[in-house]
């Protein structure tokens, strides 16, 4: 079974804080994803990886930043925390080019900016 | 710009019931449509996926279907239980992408 690990379920920050969101898959995925769910808006994609070192903006970037430096691991930067980023975020992983392949997702980390 | 859509928002049912969750989206032109389940505070659970090419899948009780022409999609639960008690939600890819564009969810109620 794919696993999707992220580092944390509950985190509490303070405004202005740099904050890292790591996530880790063990399936040799090439695909990465970093989603937001908010009540009311459902879940949106924040950033995409496709490979090492790639990355695409996803629908709501700003504020954020991405780094995969290993194929296995995918962190979301919090910039300077705000308390608009309260919310819960999701990593998802998924082969390329593999047909019947669904993104797997973490648990999730609930996160609350103070 | 690709939209899904789902309805009900909510929906309650008395156990034993057959239901249908409904989907749909703008733009004909997916690579893929997924279901998944969500338990409260948790991550996704994918249930079903859907190629462009595909009609339908089953798995167990679940059955869904896909017309892509008309952009719809259901998702046919057979003698519902309360363990199936969950957020469902929709997704479909983007034009060819792995990405993919989520409904904001049916939040499921089995009552015993």
């Known amino acids: 079974d794919v696993k999707v690990t992220q580092s944390s379920r509950y985190l509490v920050k303070r405004t202005g804080e740099k904050v890292f969101l790591e996530c880790v898959q063990d399936?040799?995925?090439?695909?990465m994803f970093w989603y937001r769910q908010d009540p009311g808006l459902g879940l949106r994609l924040i950033y995409f990886?496709?490979?090492?070192?790639?990355?695409e903006k996803g629908d709501i970037p700003e504020g954020y930043s991405v780094s995969r430096e290993k194929k296995e691991r995918f962190s979301l930067i919090l910039e300077s925390a705000s308390t608009n980023q309260t919310s819960m975020y999701l990593c998802?992983?998924?082969?390329?080019?593999?047909?019947?392949?669904?993104?797997?997702f973490g648990d999730g980390t609930r996160l609350s900016i103070l | 710009k690709q939209e899904v859509t789902q309805i009900p928002a909510a929906l309650s049912v008395p156990e034993g019931e057959n239901l249908v969750l409904n989907c749909s989206f703008t733009?004909?032109?997916?690579?893929?449509l997924q279901w998944f389940r969500q338990d409260p505070g948790k991550g996704l659970t994918s249930l079903l996926l859907?190629?462009?090419?595909?009609r339908e899948q089953t798995s167990g009780r679940l059955n869904a279907s896909l017309d892509k022409s008309s952009g719809r999609s259901t998702l046919y639960i057979a003698a519902s239980q309360p363990g199936d008690s969950a957020t469902y939600l929709c997704?479909?890819?983007?034009?060819?992408?792995?990405?993919?564009?989520f409904g904001k969810g049916t939040k499921l109620t089995v009552n015993p």
């Open positions: 997704a479909v890819s983007r034009g060819g992408s792995e990405k993919l564009v």
């Open positions: 998802a992983s998924s082969p390329t080019g593999v047909d019947n392949q669904p993104q797997h």
């Open positions: 733009d004909s032109a997916i690579y893929n």
């Open positions: 990886s496709y490979d090492v070192k790639m990355k």
């Open positions: 859907i190629q462009s090419s595909q």
């Open positions: 399936m040799d995925h090439e695909n």
